[in-house]
Every structure is written in structure tokens, then in C-alpha cells.
């Protein structure tokens, strides 16, 4: 599912900035950007990370950068003593004034360096990112829950429909066999009666019987209505159910194309249809649940 999450934070004289993103995605991809000098801590922001989401492209943006004050900061004197030494030696041979200022001196390069801003150390820094990641990957999943809603109402209506076009399929399945029985006994009197003879009961019953038996889908019904039971149950799991409810799609899947090789009848061929239908949009849907 799709979610954003930032967070930003300034504490202990750092400035953090965390940003999640997730698009849909079947399995777990991560892609993780850090501030260089930090790339330390991606295995502890991966496993963070892991215990949240389950399923999807993950892109985790962490900037981190150090606040500056006064200790980070050191005059290097020797460095400003040549420059002064240069800069009045110039004057003298010129016979130029002298007025040097220590502001614009002080801008020159080398004069004041600036201590270790650029990687600092990273377990000092960890318990400082650490909570701010948490907090990223909160609005994260508040907002994939949302969609999370919105996607369960989908499931649901897509499994009432494979409900209700069982339904009409149990329903009609009796008739099947009757009317098969009708087909042939007219067929048959049709073609004999040309010929003054007739066919006994028993080879009737018998066909009729062989056909019954090859057509007989009730165990594919039961099997189906079970799978749609067990697809909602694992939609109430609390724990992550997206490879379950594929997997069970997937039986649900098989139950179908046997029902609509074995019916050898319109009505149910045009149910196993609307069973299909539901079952791809199912499929589909279910790649983006955790």
C-alpha cells in the first residue's frame, strides 16, 4: 500500500530529518539514503524499518546534520600569522597602509576551521534518529491504514460477488442433470423413431447416471464456500495475511476452473465467469495488502 511519512526533529544539537515513502510492491524492496558519514546506521534503520512493513518499495530518506556552536570552531593562528606577515610585508614594499581587518581576515580560508561536522559519531547519533524514524513509520502506517480500510470494503464486495454467483451455481446445478436427461431421451426417440424401436430405461439411467457423476461439482462448492470463509477469517488477522489471502485466491482460483469444466452448462459457465472476474480484481488488490 502507499504511505508517507516525515518527521523532523532538532535535538542535542543535531537536526534530523526522516522521510518514508512505500508504493505497492509484492515483496519487501528497501532503499535507504543517509547523510554522508552515517551510512553506519543503515543496518539498524533497516531492521526498524522491517519490524513496520512487510510488503512493498520502501524509500527512507535520513538527513542528519550537526548544529554548530562554539567548540566546533578553532582560530589556526599559524595560518592567520602568515597571512598577516604576508599582508604587511606586501604594504611595506608598496608603501601601502596597513589597516588589515580581523573580520575580513577571519574570512580567508584556513583561518577558522570547523571541527568534525562532517561525520560525527554514529552510536552517539543513533538514539537521537532512532525515535524520529519510529515517528515517521507511525504516520506511515496511519495512512496505509486508511487505504487499508478502503481496500478490505473492496475485498469484501469482491468476495460476496464469488458468494452470490455460487449461489445461483448450487441452485442450478439439479437442473443440469434433469435437463440432460430430457435432451438425450428426445434426441434419441427422435432418431429411432424412424425405425419403430425405442430405448429401454435402464440404458437411459445408466447414461444419465455416467453424466451425473462426470458433471458432479458439489464437492467444488463445498471447497470454495470453505475458501471464502477462511479468506475472510485471515482478513481479521492481526498479524500480516497478504501471502495468506493470496494463496487462498489462488485455491479459490483452481475450484473455479474445475466447476466450469465440469458444469457443461451455460448458466454456470456465465457464473464461473463472474467467479473470475471477482477472483482477478481479488488478486490484484490483495498484492498491495501487508
Known amino acids: 500500500m502507499t504511505g508517507f511519512g516525515e518527521v ?18 509484492r515483496y519487501l524492496k528497501l532503499h535507504l539514503r543517509t547523510t554522508e ?12 524499518i522491517r519490524e513496520r512493513v512487510k510488503r512493498g518499495t520502501i524509500h527512507c530518506n535520513v538527513r542528519i546534520r550537526h548544529l554548530g556552536v562554539a567548540d566546533d570552531f578553532r582560530l589556526n ?23 588589515i581587518s580581523l573580520e575580513r581576515l577571519a574570512g ?30 507511525e504516520q506511515l502506517g496511519e495512512m496505509r491504514a486508511v487505504e487499508g480500510q478502503a481496500l478490505a470494503t473492496d475485498l469484501e464486495e469482491q468476495c460476496a460477488t464469488v458468494a452470490r454467483a455460487l449461489d445461483v451455481i448450487e441452485t442450478r446445478t439439479p437442473l443440469v442433470v ?17 425405425l419403430n ?9 445408466r447414461e444419465v447416471s455416467l453424466f451425473a457423476d462426470r458433471a458432479d461439482i458439489s464437492e467444488e462448492i463445498v471447497r470454495l464456500r470453505s475458501h471464502l470463509q477462511q479468506f475472510d477469517e485471515a482478513m481479521q488477522l492481526a498479524e500480516s495475511a497478504g501471502r495468506k489471502l493470496e494463496f487462498i485466491c489462488q485455491e479459490m482460483g483452481r475450484e473455479a ?3 466450469g469444466s465440469k458444469a457443461n452448462d451455460a ?18 488488490q490483495i498484492q498491495n495488502v501487508q
Do not use: F
Open 178 to 194: 434433469e435437463h440432460y436427461r430430457k435432451r438425450i431421451q428426445d434426441r434419441v426417440n427422435e432418431a429411432l423413431s424412424s
Open 77 to 99: 593562528v599559524e595560518v592567520l600569522n602568515q597571512y598577516v606577515d604576508q599582508l604587511q610585508a606586501l604594504a611595506a614594499e608598496r608603501r601601502m597602509s596597513e589597516d
Open 257 to 259: 476452473n474445475t466447476i
Open 8 to 25: 523532523r526533529d532538532d535535538r542535542e544539537g543535531y537536526a534530523i530529518c526522516v522521510e518514508v515513502r512505500t508504493v505497492n510492491s
Open 108 to 137: 580567508l580560508p584556513g583561518v577558522i576551521e570547523e571541527l568534525s561536522t562532517d561525520a560525527h559519531d554514529a552510536e552517539h547519533v543513533w538514539p537521537l534518529v532512532e525515535p524520529t524514524l519510529r515517528a515517521a513509520l
Open 267 to 284: 448458466e454456470i459457465s456465465a457464473q464461473v465467469v463472474e467467479i473470475k472476474t471477482a477472483l482477478e480484481r481479488i488478486r490484484e
Open 37 to 48: 558519514g552515517y551510512g553506519s546506521l543503515e543496518t539498524r534503520l533497516e531492521k526498524v
Open 197 to 205: 424401436v425405442s430405448v429401454e430405461p435402464a440404458d437411459l439411467v
